[in-house]
């Protein structure tokens, strides 16, 4: 018996997001069905990062086991000649058994893409949010360095999480320019329901001055979601790569 | 009567290419059938590059005549509210009623992308061309340079082309990198049938060693389609911009 890690990249707009459910197409689904035709028996597939609809990923981790002799490194090209364009493997490696891509310590990153200039341009229209106001980006920056550490981020979790604890840690938090396009990047230990998005709305409101940067401080220990500003459009978001430092440290796997 | 110059983004990626036809949806049915339905009247729009099923534009030119009293810049709005997301006006202003955009001197600025990476990424599927060989930009630019000027370009014209002559200038070619995104640019005073597909495909094979920079020379001269390389596809090209120099000199139009 193997366990095999798939790091997996995917386009979010024709899914009903990554997780399998009863009605719609998710990425897990065609995963699962795709792997489970490739190898003929029945394969459990466990997904590190649950996405919503319309997000999209660069590095989203899976998990399954497995009695197959193909080579793990192979499960790549064996995959990718399987799967709509969609989605395509980027990595596939054998890992320990005792490896769950949820309870291992994780590095996640994550960015948030945001078209900001006068017009929608068409071919960013799956893949970034739209802004029509001009965005200071300092002032975003500025606000950046306030959500660096270990907080209690309540106020920018969605109600419905299931999550027992509320506090996570952020390593990186960074606005970056590139033409029209800005892109936030978030690095952390974990992030809530709807974390990401809802740091991405906040850093908007401050990219037009509505919240000022040295407000953040407030909002984060008024642990109160109505403080904080709204969730930004699923569809600016890419989950970009996790890491699990302590895992690779000790087994010695390099993911690059 | 005026005439309205709308210069308009999309993706090519749902569409029978630009130029109205029988069966099919094409950008120029679409702008037509939202223009009539604006106006109340029948529309004549003239287009100013016929793009292929496939191609995308972040400036393509359109002229219409219309005896409608809406301020020439408001069409922009008007009609971005109406047409699908995947065609957006960026530009509404009025022309002098001779302007004809294939009849006038133009600059046009086209785009071919590459995603030069060991696997594909499902968010370029639709925009770039995958490649899986390491490309040398160094050795493509190097090739560049003997693009460049006034030159019979027969080499690089697709067979159906109803051009009177193949004798274009090319005023500007390069190739640029932004991580795994390889850039072709490139500006002249107009395009064969196919050219700059085929002008891509010919700098892919200098890139992975299968024609020497300097060979290009031989190959222009030689005025035969054999002798270039093939027709890229179709996903990797953007028509970015065209200018009338000659004729927003005289008009003291900006189109900036």
New interface residues.
Partial sequence: MKRIKLVT???GTNYHGSQIQNNGETIEGVLKAELSSLLKEEINLIGASRTDAGV?A?GNVYVFDTESRIPPEKF?FAL?ARLP??????ESCEVSCDFHPRHQDTVKTYEYRILNRK?????Y?L?AHFVYEDLNMDKMNEACKYFLGEHDFASFCAAGSQAESTVRTIYDLHVKK?GDLLTISVTGNGFLYNMVRIVAGTLLKVGNGQILPEEISGIIDGKDRKLAGPTAPAKGL?LVQIRYPEYEKSFNFTNE
């Fill in positions: 990249a995917y386009d999209h660069r790549t990718n364009e969609d989605i395509r493997i980027q017009l929608p341009l068409p071919e229209r893949y590139a890419t």
